[in-house]
């Protein structure tokens, strides 16, 4: 049984949507990580290599894509699934983070908590 | 009973959202109305300067020609039609110095042969010469000839014969003759007379030529100190005008020779010089190009023909001239913009983001009935929409500055009291980023003043906030007050009442300030570079300032409205740094000011 819970970190600096996300995938049977921004998330990365990687990217201290290009360069977390939560809507960063390998990418003010929990599941096979 | 939070909540959000929508849009029918406006100027500018640059074709033209032939040959017309009145001779002939050819005229009285006029000008030419000391090829000349026919059969030499030289500001133009096939005339009497009235002629052209220079060394002047690189061309498309600013768009400032060619060489593959100047002279237009880079500047490319306005002459194209506007500083202004824009949009959109993720998440039943969770939230929202109502607050207020309407309700206040209660406030906030606080007055800090309390609340709520979020732990802040008196540096002031104070540049220029009380906020923080120091107290200039817990900046208008609000009760505010060891953020109210309020 403990095979099947998923470990899920999420790495956000707004933390009305931190909360928000991690009750939900709480409640949704996840093992939830919480990071406030990415140089703390890159750490926990490293030492909980989660299932899957929610990640903001306009923070403080390391942006989003900063981590996720450190985070590739790991072997293990050139594998890694991470989706990008982001209101950005800059075609440029969307080329970036789809360069450096990212799975999936939302747009944050349109995204349905439902939504991310649904793409979530099925990156991991779980529906 | 949580449901109608919740509605209310988002009320509230909502609200604020429009609040900004509505700042934000107004704003930038703001920013479009000042587009506008300067695009008319730009307009208007550039219409000046190509009148500015037609004038100037049109005075090297007249320059030029008045040197020669043009207004010399129609007076010494005048003075050859008039010229039989006084003297008696069979011609009067001139011959002008032009720089491809030598006009040569000659009227004349009585019938005479080709031989007499043949010999009148071979020896004009001599005494030309020997005049300019220079040879002049007789094959140059071109003849007019007018008056009584030729008859060949007058076989009558020069018998008599007077040359007079024609001087032009100095300059030796040309020569007038008179030659009669009689004898023994042109004596020291009638000579007199000749040379008064060419004198006369030739002081006047001279005069009208000065005019001229002084109009046409004006005009270079101002050309030559034009920001904007100007670039005259005739039509042959060489040179006439280069100014420095021109010289300094392509890198050339020292290279003293300089041709059309460097200009089109160093702008090759970015714009193409000749064919614009091709294109507005032949099509009579004024042609604007797109952004171009040269260098690390951008430039704004404006060609334009040069045409005549004189009334022979008019409308005739003398030449192009192109005009170099460096856009760079509007460019790096717009950036600016745009990111301050995209920042404001961000730092709103994500609590209210959060707001309403957290207010559909508590419509689930499990996270109702899990009170701790319930409770977490809802201090979420109120977090929330207090940062964006602060934010909101701030771009209205910045908003107010800018248009002036920025209000102040001044009342007799203890200032003193009103510094200590806002210490009292941020203790508990200090001992729990383990900073220590510490005050200082100087026994001449005024009590009682008339201010805006609420306002310099607001700064000092700044002030001291920001001393708190880039201090580390275990460092100290020291809140000070003195009094400044005019004519004394504040940095020297300081120093005498041993206060911590990390001294301010002396271009700020402390020594003329009137009398005013100082507050001053000092940390040991990192202190902030020269450079950064400038873009505190910008609207759109944003530094990576990191805090000590990482937290958000918020709008970063904090100090602008700071400086707003001392401004506005005529003070000054400032900042002194030293890097590694930390920085003292200053105001000044005067007390002058302070106190004629106090009588009213």
Known sequence: MTKNIKKILIIEDEEAVLKVLATKFDHEGFQTLEAKDGEAGLAQARVERPDIILLDIVMPKMDGLTMLKELRKDPWGKKVPVVILTNLSDDKDIAEAMVSGVYDFLVKSSWEIEDVVKRVKERLGMI | ?600
């Open chain 2, 1 to 600: 009973m949580s449901q109608n939070i919740i509605i209310i909540l988002i009320l509230i959000a909502t609200a604020l959202f429009l609040t900004w929508l509505l700042f934000y849009i107004r704003n930038n029918k703001q920013l479009q109305k000042k587009l506008n406006q300067a695009t008319v100027e730009n307009e208007k500018q550039q219409e000046a300067m190509s009148r500015k640059m037609y004038q100037l074709a049109i005075l090297k033209e007249l320059g030029e020609r008045i040197g020669y032939s043009l207004n010399i040959e129609k007076i010494i017309d005048i003075i050859t039609g008039s010229l039989s009145q006084f003297i008696e001779y069979s011609a009067v002939s001139y011959m002008l110095l032009e720089p491809e050819r030598i006009i040569f005229k000659i009227h004349l009285e009585q019938s005479v042969s080709r031989e007499f006029i043949d010999e009148v000008k071979e020896r004009m030419l001599k005494a030309l010469a020997a005049l300019v000391n220079k040879e002049l090829e007789a094959s140059n000349i071109n003849e007019t000839l007018s008056g009584a026919i030729l008859i060949e059969e007058i076989s009558t030499p020069v018998l008599s014969y007077f040359n007079i030289p024609l001087v032009i500001s100095d300059k030796v133009v040309g020569i007038l003759t008179v030659a009669h096939t009689k004898a023994g005339l042109y004596q020291e009497e009638e000579m007199t007379i000749l040379y008064k009235i060419v004198k006369q002629a030739a002081q006047a052209v001279s005069q009208l030529h000065q005019v001229v220079e002084t109009e046409q060394s004006k005009l270079n002047a101002m050309v030559e100190s034009m920001t904007e690189g100007v670039v005259m061309t005739d039509k042959a498309y060489r040179l006439l005008v280069v100014n420095p600013a021109a010289r300094k768009v392509i890198g050339y400032s020292q290279k003293k020779e300089i041709s059309i060619f460097d200009f089109i060489d160093n702008l090759s593959g970015k714009f193409d010089i000749r064919g614009k100047l091709e294109e507005s002279v032949k099509l009579d237009k004024l042609l604007i190009s797109e952004e171009v880079l040269i260098g690390d500047q951008f430039y704004k490319i404006i060609v334009a023909p040069v045409k005549s306005d004189l009334p022979l002459i008019k409308g005739e194209i003398l030449g192009g001239v192109l005009v170099f506007q460096n856009i760079t500083q509007e460019k790096e202004i717009e950036k600016m913009r745009e990111d301050f824009t995209s920042m404001m949009v961000h730092e709103l959109r994500s609590p209210l983001d959060g707001i309403k993720k957290i207010s559909k998440l508590l419509q689930e039943e499990y996270i109702r009935k899990d009170k701790k969770s319930y409770q977490e939230f809802i201090q979420l929202i109120y977090k929330d929409s207090s940062k964006m109502l602060e934010m909101v607050n701030d771009l209205l207020d910045v908003a107010k500055l800018e248009v002036g309407k920025f209000v102040l309700n001044k009342a007799p206040v203890d200032i003193r009291q009103l510094i200590e209660e806002r210490i009292k406030f941020y203790q508990p906030l200090a001992q729990e980023a383990e900073l220590a606080f510490n005050s200082f007055f100087d026994q001449n800090f005024p009590t009682e003043v008339s201010i805006d309390s609420t306002r310099i609340t607001q700064v000092l709520n700044n002030l001291l906030g920001n001393s708190l979020k880039f201090t580390e732990a275990g460092g100290t802040i020291n809140i000070q007050g003195f009094i400044h008196r005019l004519g004394q540096n504040i940095n020297e002031e300081a120093k005498k009442l041993n206060i911590k104070w990390f001294s301010v540049a002396e271009k700020y220029n402390l020594i003329n300030i009137e009398d005013s009380l100082v507050m001053a906020v000092t940390d040991s923080g990192i202190g902030i570079t020269e450079k950064n120091q400038q873009m505190l107290f910008n609207k759109f200039m944003q530094f990576p300032a990191s805090t000590r817990s990482g937290e958000k900046k918020g709008t970063g208008l904090g100090l602008v409205i700071a400086k707003g609000i001392i401004e506005a009760h005529h003070g000054k505010i400032g900042i002194g740094s030293q890097a590694e060891k930390g920085s003292t953020f200053y105001f000044s109210l005067p007390l002058t000011d302070l106190i004629k309020i106090n009588n009213k």
